[in-house]
């Protein structure tokens, strides 16, 4: 069993930081491509950013010079270091990861999710 668990949401004031991290834990082999989307009340959910296991980043325009992911290879681990904060950036974080799991011999890849932590940003 896999579970990604996620810390540091909260409520900031305009212009403030805060700092997401996810654990994964469970019957690991590897994993690949991690990640954090939101979703804000009545919004479709969106990929905020994203990085390879090699630490290559994609982030969404809206948050480009203001969010920084990074991870852990070691530790599993990966980070959403969030500067600037906008109160359009209001919404539940939800981190994600493809991990690859060995069952009996067979290595499976699928992608798994946390349960999400809101982000509060007050004007």
């Known amino acids: 069993q896999v579970q990604l668990v996620e810390s540091g949401g909260g409520l900031v004031q305009a212009g403030g930081s805060l700092r997401l991290s996810c654990a994964a834990s469970g019957s690991i082999f590897s994993i690949n491509g991690m990640g954090w989307s939101r979703q804000a009340p009545g919004k479709q959910r969106e990929l905020v950013a994203r990085?390879?296991?090699?630490?290559?980043?994609n982030y969404t325009d809206s948050v480009k010079g203001r969010f920084t992911i990074s991870r852990d290879n070691a530790k599993n681990t990966v980070s959403l270091q969030m500067n600037s904060l906008k109160p359009e950036d209001t919404a539940v974080y939800y981190c994600?990861?493809?991990?690859?799991?060995?069952?009996?011999?067979?290595?499976?890849?699928?992608?798994?999710w946390g349960q999400g932590t809101q982000v509060t940003v007050s004007s």
């Open positions: 994600s990861a493809r991990i690859v799991v060995v069952t009996r011999g067979m290595a499976r890849e699928n992608d798994y």
């Open positions: 990085i390879t296991s090699g630490g290559n980043t």
